[in-house]
C-alpha cells in the first residue's frame, strides 16, 4: 500500500481532444485549481439477491464506469478564455491590436458543444488519473466584494486509466487572478435607461442541459452527453437594498445583464485582459423583497434568463453571449 503523501504535491493538468474520448496528452495545460477541484471514478455495482438456497451475500458485478466531478479554479485571465472554449465549443476570433478578441453565443443547433477534453489528475504525491472524452456540462462564474472571481466547472467523462507517470515540470499563470475591483454590474431594462448596479456578490450559472445518463448496450462508458433540453441561465446577487428592484419584480420588466470584468493587467499593448457575459431577456424573480430590520438592509435578487438579442448575435435570440480578450490568437481547435 503507498501513501498519497502531502496534497499540495498534486495537479491538474487538461488538452483539449482532437476527437471526442481520444486522450490528447501533448500540449497539456496545468491549471492552478482550488481544493474544491476533484474528478473520480467509480465503478457502479449491479447488486445480486437471487434465492440460491444460502444466506451468504452475493457478490455485485460490475455495472457503468462514471467519470464525473469539478473543475474549481479562480478566474486567471489567461485562463478564462480555455474554460469557455471547453464549454462553449470554437470561437469567433478577431485580433484587437495585439492581442485578440473572442466571441462564445449559446448554441441553438447541434445536440453538443463538440468540444471535449483530456484531464490528468494526480492527487498528492501518487501517480496520475487520466479521464479523456470530458465535457463541461454547466458553468458557474461567482465572487463577493473582498476576493477573487472564481469559475465552477461540472464535468463528466467517457473513460479512466489509472496510474500514469507524474510529471516533473510545473509552468502556472503569473498573472493575478480577476477579482472584485475589476467588475461591473449593468442592467438595461427594455424601457428605462441603463444604469450601472453596486453588488456585494453574486453567482452566474450557464446550463446546456446535457443528458448525463446516456448508458447504452454494448459499453460500460458513458456515450457523449447531448443536450437534452432548453438552455439555462440564472442570475443570483446580493445588493443594497433598493426599492426600484420591486418595481421590476412586479411589472416583469425584462432586462439584459451584462457583468463585465476589465483587468488592470494588459493582454496586448494598450488593451486589458477582459470578459464580458450579456444575459439578455433577463427577468426579476417576482417573489423579490426587502428584508425587514433594525440594520442597514440588503436584498437578495435572482435573475432567470429568456433570451434575446446581443451585441454580437446579428439580431439573433441567443441565451447568452460571451467577450473575451486575451493574447490567445483563437479557440477553434
Given at each position: 500500500m503507498i501513501a498519497i503523501g502531502i496534497g499540495n504535491d498534486g495537479y491538474v493538468r487538461v488538452q483539449n481532444e482532437a476527437t471526442y474520448g481520444t486522450a490528447a496528452t501533448g500540449s497539456m495545460t496545468l491549471l492552478p485549481v482550488t481544493a474544491e477541484t476533484l474528478v473520480n471514478h467509480v465503478v457502479e455495482p449491479i447488486e445480486q439477491n437471487n434465492v440460491i438456497a444460502s444466506r451468504i451475500q452475493q457478490a455485485p458485478c460490475q455495472g457503468r464506469n462514471v467519470n464525473s466531478g469539478v473543475i474549481n479554479i479562480d478566474a486567471h485571465p489567461t485562463l478564462v478564455g480555455t474554460f469557455f472554449h471547453y464549454f462553449d465549443g470554437n470561437a469567433t476570433d478577431t485580433a484587437n491590436g495585439t492581442a485578440f478578441n473572442h466571441v462564445w453565443l449559446a448554441r441553438k443547433i447541434g445536440e453538443s458543444s463538440e468540444?471535449?477534453?483530456?484531464?490528468?489528475?494526480?492527487?498528492?504525491?501518487?501517480?496520475?488519473?487520466?479521464?479523456?472524452?470530458?465535457?463541461?456540462?454547466?458553468?458557474?462564474?461567482?465572487?463577493?466584494?473582498?476576493?477573487?472571481?472564481?469559475?465552477?466547472?461540472?464535468?463528466?467523462?467517457?473513460?479512466?486509466?489509472?496510474?500514469?507517470?507524474?510529471?516533473?515540470?510545473?509552468?502556472?499563470?503569473?498573472?493575478?487572478?480577476?477579482?472584485?475591483?475589476?467588475?461591473?454590474?449593468?442592467?438595461?431594462?427594455?424601457?428605462?435607461?441603463?444604469?450601472?448596479?453596486?453588488?456585494n456578490s453574486f453567482e452566474l450559472t450557464l446550463d446546456y442541459g446535457y443528458d448525463l445518463e446516456r448508458f447504452k448496450f454494448g459499453s460500460f462508458n458513458i456515450k457523449r452527453p447531448v443536450f437534452n433540453t432548453i438552455p439555462s441561465v440564472t442570475f443570483t446577487a446580493n445588493i443594497d437594498a433598493e426599492r426600484q428592484f420591486l418595481t421590476f419584480a412586479r411589472s416583469y420588466e425584462p432586462s439584459k445583464l451584462s457583468l463585465t470584468f476589465t483587468h488592470t493587467e494588459e493582454a496586448g499593448s494598450g488593451v486589458p485582459f477582459e470578459f464580458i457575459v450579456e444575459i439578455p431577456g433577463a427577468q426579476l424573480n417576482p417573489e423579490t423583497e426587502i428584508p425587514n430590520g433594525n440594520d442597514r438592509l440588503s436584498m437578495d435578487i435572482s435573475f432567470i434568463g429568456y433570451g434575446g438579442t446581443t451585441t454580437n448575435s446579428s439580431g439573433l435570440d441567443r441565451m447568452w453571449d460571451v467577450l473575451v480578450t486575451d493574447n490567445t490568437p483563437a479557440y477553434d481547435s
Open positions: 468540444e471535449s477534453f483530456t484531464l490528468q489528475q494526480a492527487l498528492g504525491t501518487g501517480l496520475a488519473d487520466q479521464f479523456s472524452g470530458g465535457v463541461v456540462t454547466s458553468l458557474t462564474i461567482s465572487g463577493d466584494n473582498s476576493g477573487k472571481v472564481n469559475f465552477n466547472l461540472d464535468c463528466i467523462f467517457q473513460s479512466h486509466v489509472a496510474d500514469v507517470a507524474r510529471i516533473s515540470t510545473f509552468t502556472f499563470p503569473v498573472q493575478t487572478p480577476f477579482n472584485f475591483g475589476h467588475g461591473i454590474l449593468n442592467i438595461d431594462p427594455d424601457s428605462e435607461a441603463a444604469f450601472d448596479q453596486d453588488i
